[in-house]
């Protein structure tokens, strides 16, 4: 029987990145698929947008995906022809520039770091880009009255990159979404992990105010 996961596509082509994320359905087990990033300095770089196809296509024969979240600026044309191979049910664009949408992902996934529900596999390109996340606070209040927020680049031109951050995040709210509430927690034995919410990976201590 195939492992059933979620996962995400988040980054642009042009002079950036892109990160493939995988959640693993029945522990909440991430790790990375992929990363593909802009050399520093190489202004004409572009993403090998046919080396992200075969990860994505690789992933699909492997795993039983659940759901493929994916931030469709860019990836449109690719995001059409896999929904239309693997299914419109389960490749699925998730626009992260809805401001309310995101930041109820992101208090999902910070919820899930603080009571140890979601691992990691310690990666360290992940950690990377957390700690490049910056976060930024809204006018918009929580049901507690705290300020909604989200994550940034420290610039928009910033050389340092968050798009791991952005498709971990949407790979949890994949499973978040796809689970209805029916999921176990059970831990699988023999499988690496490390807590996501240790000290250096948790969004409050390491997302820049």
């Known amino acids: 029987m195939l492992d059933a996961i979620t996962w995400a596509l988040g980054g642009a082509q042009f002079r950036d990145s892109t990160g493939l994320v995988a959640t693993h359905v029945e ?3 991430q790790w990375v698929l992929g990363l593909w990033e802009c050399p520093l300095g190489q202004d004409d770089w572009q993403i090998p947008a046919e080396e992200v ?3 994505v296509r690789a992933a699909f024969k492997r795993y039983d995906v659940w759901r493929m979240y994916a931030d469709p600026p860019y990836w449109q044309l690719w995001i059409a022809q896999w929904a239309g191979e693997f299914g419109e049910d389960k490749v699925i664009e998730w626009w992260t520039n809805r401001r309310r949408q995101m930041t109820y992902a992101l208090e999902g996934f910070d919820t899930a770091i603080k009571d140890r529900t979601l691992l990691h596999s310690g990666d360290k390109e992940l950690e990377r880009h957390i700690g490049n996340s910056h976060r930024h606070d809204l006018p918009q209040l929580d049901d507690e009255g705290k ?10 031109d910033s050389p340092y990159k968050i798009d791991l951050a952005m498709s971990t995040i949407l790979s949890w709210e994949a499973r978040t979404n796809g689970c209805w509430g029916a999921c176990t927690l059970s831990i699988s034995s023999g499988r690496k992990r490390t807590w996501l919410c240790r000290a250096t990976l948790s969004l409050e201590s390491t997302c820049r105010s």
């Open 53 to 55: 196809d075969d990860a």
């Open 27 to 29: 522990t909440g087990y």
């Open 147 to 156: 300020h909604l927020w989200l994550i940034r680049k420290e610039r928009s």
